[in-house]
């Protein structure tokens, strides 16, 4: 068999080889998904009715790979994921890789109350972000996440006084949401300490409704509307401490505040008097001017790595709900008011544990390289429901991360989760919801250059 004439070659310095064309396939595939999550990202997912109240169901906030450990993420510093919840652990981020992480979900939900109960199924899109390193020290992330969402349709039938035959049916419904953009930048000013901010514009709207309709057609019937639009703005800082104990050891103390601030909208009641003889109706506008704003909240958690195999940690978070005022329709000696009242919140205190073990991450062996996670949270109630505590949240979630791996890409992960949330108040309705997670965090060896000597 012919065999070549050995040469000198060159020698080439260099982790592998991208060509172009492959880079425009996979930048090309990027756009495409940012594009395809963009489109869709509007769309929440919630049959909740106390998703009436307030902002609505504040969304859980947390990517894929946190959602496993339950949301756990202020002290986080992984190179190879994107965690938006503390924008310092930016700096982190590996400086040949430009990462992309969608999320989605799909849940059921039993409603139980006075013994009655009803399922609900929901599926939505939750997030889509992206982060590189901008230059040494400095990582730079982008992208869209839910605040809140409001869906809901339900009614309720009452009689008319103790002997009255006459019935009076209200119907409640209401869809919306608030949702952000954003962008960020992490930078670490010496080694074991790094500072981050996200800058993100909020917009969305709510549409809510109460309709009432009477058995008897000779009485008359009340009907409100409430809706406001959002276009405003929304800063978060950070911060993130690490001490080494060793090689591999270390504890990361992360710290998060956001700046409470009004949005900028000017919701609206329409109360419409229905004459049910004449169907003549009488329509009274009210509005409440920069009737909604953002609480101020601070978060500080921290994380323990131990021999790059097992993390766990916890986080505390305090919502500053107490503060903020929100528009409240009333009537007070017969006559109507629309206006912002600070009895509508409460504080909210969260509190979340959770850990991560993985064999070892560098193996060749695929088993070794899945990543197990769990996680619990407590949080009490954000809202005051007639003078009482609206409803607290427990839950607890498990999940994996698993390496994908392809003939030029052994570094993206699909991160699988399930949790289960309860939402319950006393003498009020239970919620109690079983989700599942789905993440794929695309990582992408994207600047590399090839040196020849």
Known sequence: MFQPAPQNKPK????CRVSRSKDMKKSLTTVVLLAISLAVAAQGGTNSPYSQYGFG?????????????????????????INFLNPASY???????????????????????????????NAAFEYAVGAFRLFKNVGVSFGILPYSNVGYSFSSTNKVGDVNSTTYTNTYSGSGGLRQVYFGMGWQLFKGFSIGANGSYLWGEYDRSIVNSYSDTYVNTISKYYTASVSSYKVDAGAQITIP????????????????????????CLVVSTNSQTSVADTATYTVKDGLQLPVVMSGGMMLNLNGKLRVGADYQLQKWADVSYPVYSVVNGAPLYNASKNYFKDRH???????????????RFFDRIKFRAGASYATPYLLLNGKDGPKEISVSAGFGIPLVNAWNNRSTLNISGQWVRNDATSMLRENTFRINLGITFNERWFMKWKVD
């Open 12 to 15: 080439i310095v260099g982790v």
């Open 57 to 81: 169901s504040l969304a859980d906030q947390s990517t894929g790979y946190s959602r496993g450990m339950n949301g756990l993420a202020l002290g986080s510093r992984d190179s190879k994921q």
């Open 91 to 121: 700096s982190s981020i590996d400086s040949l890789t430009f990462i992309f992480d969608v999320g989605m979900s799909g849940q059921l939900t039993n409603f139980e109350e006075n013994g009655k109960k009803i399922n609900a199924k």
């Open 245 to 268: 104990f060793s090689k591999k050891s270390n504890l990361t103390m992360g710290f998060t505040y956001s700046l409470g601030n009004k949005l900028g909208a000017d919701p609206k």
């Open 350 to 364: 969260k509190v979340t544990i959770g850990g991560e073990y993985c064999k070892n991450a560098m193996s060749t």
